[in-house]
């Protein structure tokens, strides 16, 4: 069964600095999608970033990239020039060819000003 | 509507009452989801429809959970005889198409802020 793993449960930065949140996934599949959201108080999930597992480019989105290590499983999400706003749960997930989305614990995301 | 709308917001209720919980997900998205998620946890699949028929409900966890999707747009989430590890926030999710491979869509899940549903 796909397992995803996030292995940091908070994490706290200052305003402006650049962090990095850890996501390892287990799978049999080669064809596969990661993705991350995040989840402010509001409840809201919102949709970070997307990757596609047969994409060997890094997918980014303005502050925010990945590092994908297929080999390895390993999803991570860096955000750069954090922003008080950045300040949520921040969920790792995955979906194969099924339409379920597996997630992970989440990561809660503290940033300082 | 803009987005997916979920009510209520949060509904405090006793054990063994009959909770209903709706969403009314973004106009046109066939697909609709429901995720339960607990305290400090990721969200936990529930039910997938895809029109008015639920696609796959090997997520409710028992026969007191039940859910509709009439006419294909709003959808009830219904919890007969409540327990107290029901507590937990209820998300609703809609997508445009089913999250199946190569659609354009893929995994571009839209949420609504989710109804938190409190058992005492």
């Known amino acids: 069964a796909q397992t995803v793993t996030q292995s940091q449960p908070e994490m706290s930065v200052q305003e402006a600095e650049t962090v990095t949140l850890s996501c390892t996934y287990d799978?049999?599949?080669?064809?596969?999608?990661l993705f991350w959201y995040k989840q402010p108080p509001s409840r809201q999930m919102i949709l970070v970033i997307r990757?596609?597992?047969?994409k060997q480019q890094n997918a980014t989105e303005n502050r925010f990239s990945v590092n994908f290590q297929k080999a390895a499983k390993s999803f991570s999400l860096k955000i750069s020039d954090s922003q008080l706003g950045d300040t949520a749960m921040y969920f790792c997930?995955?979906?194969?060819?099924?339409?379920?989305?597996?997630w992970g614990a989440g990561t809660k995301l503290i940033i300082k000003p | 509507g803009a987005g997916v709308s979920q009510t209520p917001s949060n509904k405090v209720t006793e054990k063994g009452k009959y909770v209903e919980l709706r969403c009314d997900p973004i106009?046109?998205?066939?697909?609709l989801y429901w995720y339960r998620q607990s305290l400090g946890q990721g969200p936990e699949f529930l039910i997938y429809?895809?029109?008015?028929?639920?696609?796959?409900d090997s997520g409710l966890p028992n026969d007191r959970f039940f859910a509709v999707r009439p006419e294909g747009s709003v959808s009830t989430l219904k919890i007969q005889r409540t327990e107290r590890g029901d507590s937990a926030v209820y998300l609703c999710?809609?997508?445009?198409?089913?999250?199946?491979?190569?659609?354009?869509?893929?995994?571009?899940?839209?949420f609504g802020e989710g109804s938190r549903l409190t058992v005492l």
């Open positions: 429809f895809q029109g008015t028929g639920a696609a796959d």
């Open positions: 106009s046109g998205h066939t697909a």
């Open positions: 799978t049999s599949e080669s064809n596969y999608y």
């Open positions: 999710a809609s997508s445009l198409t089913p999250l199946t491979s190569g659609t354009p869509n893929t995994g571009e899940l839209f």
């Open positions: 997930a995955f979906k194969d060819s099924n339409y379920q989305l597996i």
């Open positions: 990757q596609e597992a047969y």
